[in-house]
Structures are given as structure tokens and as C-alpha cells.
């Protein structure tokens, strides 16, 4: 079942392809448009699994802040005790559960990644330490870089769809058309008249 | 100091263009104020570099260059971002005069806007030194460009802005793909640290993918031989002081880019040794010359033309990345073709040159005769003779005669063929470049030997009236720059040589 860990990597490489297909084979510049759109949400698919780690959960402070500034050491024990949610996480984190396992993880076929990403997210408290905040015992969090980085593409995204969509309004008044064939049919035929 | 001078190199001009949108009335001024400054900025951090003989940087924000990100700049990059900060320095005054005429009244600040954002994008790809941080900066230039170009005349420029719009975001997101290759191989974005960590894993496929995707998103934004067909259209509909501007850098900063992917951060040894990058690249570079020569010289308009050109000087320029070998030397494998790559990095500065000059020059013919069709330039060495002749001197470098900037950069890429011993590409520069003597002698002739409809010739030379000084000066600016770099090389070949140095075994 090693395959099944690579399913939102297949996905990926599916929704790009169904993009670059629809960019190329449409004729209808909004389509086109609407192509280019999957094949960038593709990319954001692909990265958000490059950063998921084995039941790792969302990068967000588990410990309550009031309890982990008073008493670093009791503090994860008080939480696991006050939030039952946050305790069976943690236990589940603990349990080697190779069935289980986060589908990406395996994606990431590279050793020095799989490594590289353990090391960066389980043993990280830099930031909790700043504010005064120590993330509770056996808590693992996905890896967030690459949510932030998504988010940035994503601004990348909406920026040139906008732009693209409305260079199509623009040509719409111009030529009355959004297809390409008609639109080249209209160029031949203002070259002729000129 | 030196660090802060590297951020402002790109604040100067990425804030200056919300500050156009406040400041609508003198916008212009604004912009050709920050265009100075930033180039100021650019000589300053290159003579911070050679005089350091080491890489500045600069970490944003304070954080460690692990977590945040570095603005790096080596004798590479310093080189770059002069060129690029020194056209947009010199094409910015020529733009109100094209302005008034052909954006809407009143709109004339968000011009301003988009050419600074494009300006600081192009020069953020240069400086940064984080992987991720190059594809933001690619598409803020990018999408500044996109409607830089929409702006031209008539609704064929909004066509060749919405399919250069598809191409440059494919392109883009294939940069962003290769990118997160490299991330999930190394867990890391920095490019210093990545130059260190990927050649430890160039076995993996996942390299191979990630040089892939690299290699192909630029080489769209590059317009590289099969995937140049956005620039002739791009080009020829844009205003024309935008292609001058994007024709001079944007292909430039993608070219550098390639050679920041090929060298620093994957490694010569595994593009050149293990992949072979010179066997695709030799055969692409030498189509490119031959057909963006070839088709050039049967074009009716004059842009279209000089865009053609474009195609083929990209070509000498990939050329000249195709004559690096890995050879084995003694001590393990060395590498050569150090004149080659200079011929590559020295046409990068002197195509920006000739080409930024070539295009300020039609601008300058556009304000007098609204037109760009070759043929209504019949007469007008008579009646724009310092526009003609400087577009002489310039179409001359473009061949590569001796004594101007086009011969050094040609000179250097057959020195490059001739150390890997191949007389045969030797020949073919010589051959492409008696193409373009072709296309540049076409628009000669008509210029000077043909009359024009209605003009007698007795009444010829009468009507003499050149183009508005505010054109003409930036362009003749350009054109004497060719003709001295093509005398004095000590900044272009000087320069070029330490970034090929520098990119091949990494001290000088």
C-alpha cells in the first residue's frame, strides 16, 4: 500500500496536467484562464503534502498560555488533564503507528528531508520560547514553511488571475469575442480592410 | 552601510511606486528621481564589492539566514543589477514624452507605478539570495510587465499581454515547482546553503526534477530558442519605451538567473558533468541564432524586427553557457570555458546596451512619423539625420563590427569555441552575425536610398526635425555607450570576466 502514501502527489500531477491541457486545447480565453488557475492550485496541493509530518498537527501552540508561563513542567500535564483533545493527540504521536501514517511523509522520498523536516519540527520550540510558551510534551507539528509560502502563491495566483481576467473583459469590448479563432478571424479581416 | 545599501536598492524603487499613486501630479518626476538613485545605489554596491572581493549580505529583518532571508551580491549579481538599474536610469526620461500621447489622460502616475514595481522585480531577482524570494520577485516583475504591455496601441497589445500573461505564469510556476523540489531535497531555501546540500544529493531524481523544472520556467521567461513565441508579439504591441526598458533587462535578469541555478546552486560538475546541459543548450542557442536571424529579415515592421533580433542575441548569450566543459584535470575534474561564459556575460551588459539604444531609437521615429512600418522610413536619414545615423552605429554593433560593443562580447564567444576546439561554431557566429548585417542593412536602405511618397528629390532634405531631446538625449546616451564599450572594456570585460570566474570556481 506504499502507493497510497504518494496519493496527494499523484493528485498534484494530475490536476497540473488537466491545467496545462486546458491552457493549451481551449480555445475560450476564460477557460484558458480557468486552466491556468488549476494548474497553479496544483502546486499549492503539492507543497502543503511536502509539508505534513506523520500525524502532525496544525503549527499552532497547544499549551494554554496562562498555565505554561506559571509552571513550565506541570503545564502539559494540567492541559492533557483540562483538554482530553489535546492529550489523545499526543498519545497518539507517541504510538509508532505505521498504518496510520500521514500520506506525505513517504512522499518525501529523500532521507535527508524526512530527517531534515523531524528535526525542524518536533525539536523546535524557538519561537514558543519567545513568548514565554513551551509546546506541550509529544506534540508534533506539521511543517509550516510551506504554508507560508503557499500563501504567498496563492496572492501570486489571484494577482494574475485577476489581471488576466480582466485583460479578457478588455479584449471582449474591443472584439465582441473570447475565442481565440474568432478573434484571429477579426485580425485577418481588419488587415484586409487596411 | 554596505548591507543597507542593498535593501535599499530595492526599496528606493518599490516604495517610490505607491508614492507615484499619492504624488499624481509629479508622479513622473518621482519616477525619474528613483530610476537615479536606484542606479547611484548599483554603482555604489559594486564598487563595495570589488573592493571587498567577497559576497555582501544582508539578512532581512535580522533573522538568521536560515530562517529569513539574505540579500546576497557577488561580482555576478553586482554586474547585473548596474545594467538593469542603469537602463531603467536612462530609459525613465524618455518616458513622459511617450506617455502624454498614448495613456489616458490622468492615468499617467499608474504607468509610473507598474514601470517602478517592474524595475524593483527585476532587481529583486538579482539581489536576493533566497530561492523562494526569486519567484515572488519574478512575478511582481512579471506582472508589472504584463501591464506595462497591455498599454501599448490598439487592442492587439492586450492579445500579446494575455498570452504572454499564460506563458510567463506557466513559467513561473515552473521556477515555483523546481523550487519546492529543492526545498523537500534539502529542508532548506537559501541559496548559499543549497550550493553547499544539493551537490551532496545530485544522485536523487528529485534533483534531476527540480533542475528540470528550473531550467525550463526560466528558459520560458528567458525566451529561449522553443519557447520565445510570447516575445516577437510582447515586444512589437508594448509601448515602446517599455520594450526599450524590458527588451534591455527582463531576458537579462533571466539569463542570470539560469546561470545562478546552473553554477551556484546545483553545480557545474552535475549540470555540465553529469546532466550534459551544453549538448541541449549548444543545438538551441545556434537554432535561435539562425532562425530569430533569419526571420528578422523578412519582417515588415520595425519593432517585430529588432524583436527577432532579440531571439537570436538571447541565442549568443545561452551560447555562450553551452561552451562551459567539465574536463578531468589533475586534481579531479576541473572546468573550462571561462572565455565562453565571459562572452556570454559580457553580451548579457552589451545587448542591453544596443538593444535599450536601438529601441529608445524607435521611439524617437515613432513620435515623429506614428508609425513603425519599415516602409515609411523611405527618406528619413534626410529628415531625422542624428536618429538614422546613431540607429547606423547601433545596428552596426548588433552585427558585431570592430570598434563597437556587439564585436567584444562576439569576440570573446569565438575565443570560447575556439578553446573547446570547435572551429565550426566558430564559423557559425560569423555566420549569423552577416544575418544580421542583412536585416540591419534593409532598414539602411530604405532610410537613406529610397524616397518617400510625395517627396521630389529636390525638395529632399528639406523637413529636417528630429525627434524631442527627452527622447533623443537617453537614446544617443546608449548608442555612444556601445561605441565606448566597444573601445574602453575594462568595466564590461572586466566585469564579466570576475562573474564568470566567480560562477565557475568561486574566487577570482
Same mark, same amino acid.
Not at chain 1, 59 to 65: D, F
Not at chain 2, 186 to 189: A, E, F, M, R
Given at each position: 500500500m506504499r502507493w497510497l502514501g504518494h496519493a496527494p502527489y499523484f493528485a498534484t500531477i494530475v490536476l497540473m496536467m488537466v491545467g496545462l491541457y486546458i491552457v493549451i486545447a481551449r480555445e475560450n480565453l476564460v477557460k484558458k484562464m480557468m486552466g491556468l488557475n488549476i494548474f497553479q492550485v496544483s502546486v499549492i496541493m503539492f507543497y502543503v503534502a511536502m509539508g505534513n509530518v506523520d500525524g502532525g498537527t496544525a503549527?499552532?501552540?497547544?499549551?494554554?498560555?496562562a498555565v505554561a508561563v506559571a509552571e513550565p513542567v506541570v503545564a502539559s500535564e494540567a492541559v492533557a488533564v483540562a483538554e482530553p483533545v489535546v492529550a489523545s493527540e499526543a498519545v497518539v504521536v507517541s504510538e509508532p503507528a505505521p498504518e496510520s501514517a500521514g500520506p506525505a511523509r513517504e512522499g518525501a522520498e529523500s532521507a535527508v528531508a524526512a530527517d531534515r523536516d523531524d528535526a525542524r519540527t518536533t525539536a523546535s520550540p524557538t519561537p514558543s520560547v519567545a513568548s514565554g510558551l513551551r509546546p506541550a510534551a509529544g506534540v508534533v507539528y506539521s511543517n509550516p514553511l510551506p504554508h507560508v509560502l503557499m500563501l504567498t502563491a496563492i496572492v501570486v495566483g489571484v494577482a494574475t488571475t485577476a489581471l488576466g481576467l480582466s485583460f479578457i473583459v478588455r479584449i471582449y469590448e474591443d472584439y465582441?469575442?473570447?475565442?481565440e479563432d474568432a478573434i484571429a478571424q477579426a485580425e485577418r479581416s481588419a488587415e484586409h480592410v487596411a | 552601510v554596505t548591507g543597507d545599501l542593498l535593501i535599499l536598492q530595492i526599496v528606493v524603487p518599490l516604495l517610490s511606486a505607491p508614492i507615484c499613486l499619492l504624488l499624481r501630479p509629479i508622479a513622473r518626476y518621482v519616477a525619474i528621481a528613483a530610476g537615479i538613485a536606484t542606479f547611484a545605489i548599483a554603482w555604489a554596491i559594486l564598487g563595495e564589492v570589488i573592493a571587498s572581493g567577497a559576497p555582501l549580505s544582508y539578512e532581512l529583518g535580522g533573522f538568521a539566514r536560515q530562517y529569513g532571508i539574505e540579500y546576497r551580491v557577488d561580482y555576478a549579481n553586482a554586474f547585473v543589477i548596474l545594467i538593469v538599474s542603469a537602463i531603467g536610469a536612462i530609459v525613465l526620461p524618455a518616458a513622459p514624452g511617450m506617455v502624454d500621447h498614448q495613456? $489616458? *489622460? %490622468?492615468?499617467e502616475y499608474l504607468f509610473f507605478a507598474a514601470f517602478l514595481l517592474c524595475l524593483a522585480g527585476l532587481l529583486g531577482v538579482a539581489i536576493t539570495g533566497d530561492a523562494f524570494n526569486v519567484f515572488v520577485f519574478l512575478e511582481i516583475s512579471s506582472l508589472s510587465a504584463y501591464i506595462l504591455i497591455s498599454?501599448?496601441? %490598439?487592442?492587439?497589445a492586450l492579445l500579446a499581454a494575455f498570452s504572454y500573461l499564460v506563458m510567463g505564469t506557466i513559467g513561473g510556476t515552473f521556477v515555483l515547482i523546481g523550487i519546492g523540489f529543492m526545498y523537500q531535497l534539502? %529542508?532548506? $531555501?537559501n541559496m548559499a546553503e543549497l550550493s553547499v546540500l544539493l551537490p551532496s544529493v545530485q544522485g536523487e531524481r528529485t534533483a534531476l526534477m527540480a533542475f528540470a523544472f528550473l531550467t525550463v520556467g526560466i528558459a520560458i521567461k528567458l525566451a529561449v530558442f522553443p519557447l520565445h513565441q510570447w516575445l516577437p508579439s510582447a515586444y512589437a504591441q508594448a509601448p515602446t519605451v517599455v520594450t526599450a526598458f524590458l527588451a534591455a533587462t527582463a531576458t537579462k535578469v533571466a539569463y542570470y538567473l539560469l546561470l545562478r541555478v546552473t553554477?551556484?546552486?546545483?553545480g557545474a560538475t552535475f549540470a555540465?558533468?553529469? $546532466?550534459?546541459?551544453e549538448a541541449l543548450l549548444l543545438p538551441v542557442s545556434l537554432a535561435a541564432m539562425f532562425t530569430g536571424s533569419i526571420a528578422a529579415i523578412y519582417q515588415t515592421d520595425l519593432k517585430r524586427l529588432l524583436a527577432y533580433s532579440s531571439i537570436a542575441q538571447i541565442g549568443y548569450m545561452t551560447l555562450g553557457l553551452s561552451l562551459v566543459r567539465v574536463v578531468d584535470g589533475t586534481s579531479g575534474a576541473a572546468l573550462s570555458g571561462v572565455d565562453g561564459l565571459t562572452g556570454g556575460i559580457v553580451h548579457l551588459f552589451n545587448h542591453a546596451v544596443i538593444k535599450g539604444g536601438l529601441f529608445l531609437l524607435v521611439l524617437c521615429i515613432v513620435e515623429r512619423l506614428r508609425s513603425t512600418r519599415i516602409?515609411? $522610413?523611405?527618406g528619413l536619414g534626410r529628415r531625422m539625420p542624428i536618429t538614422m545615423g546613431a540607429f547606423v552605429i547601433a545596428g552596426l554593433s548588433l552585427v558585431g563590427v *570592430?570598434?563597437?560593443a556587439g564585436f567584444v562580447s562576439k569576440w570573446y564567444l569565438v575565443l570560447g569555441a575556439l578553446e573547446q576546439g570547435s572551429i565550426v561554431i566558430a564559423a557559425l557566429i560569423l555566420l549569423s552575425s552577416l544575418l544580421a548585417l542583412i536585416y540591419v542593412w534593409r532598414i539602411v536602405e530604405v532610410a537613406y536610398f529610397q524616397v518617400a511618397d510625395g517627396e521630389t528629390a529636390t525638395a529632399a532634405?528639406?523637413?529636417w526635425r528630429e525627434a524631442r531631446p527627452s527622447a533623443l538625449i537617453p537614446a544617443c546616451t546608449l548608442v555612444a555607450a556601445t561605441v565606448y564599450f566597444g573601445l574602453f572594456t575594462d568595466l564590461s570585460v572586466g566585469m564579466a570576466r570576475r562573474a564568470a570566474m566567480w560562477l565557475m570556481v568561486g574566487h577570482i
Open positions: 503549527p499552532i501552540l497547544v499549551a494554554s498560555e465582441g469575442e473570447v475565442e | 495613456i $489616458l *489622460p %490622468g492615468r498599454l501599448g496601441d %490598439g487592442r492587439r534539502t %529542508g532548506t $531555501l553554477f551556484t546552486l546545483f555540465f558533468g553529469v $546532466l550534459h546541459l516602409v515609411d $522610413l523611405r *570592430p570598434g563597437t532634405g528639406t523637413g
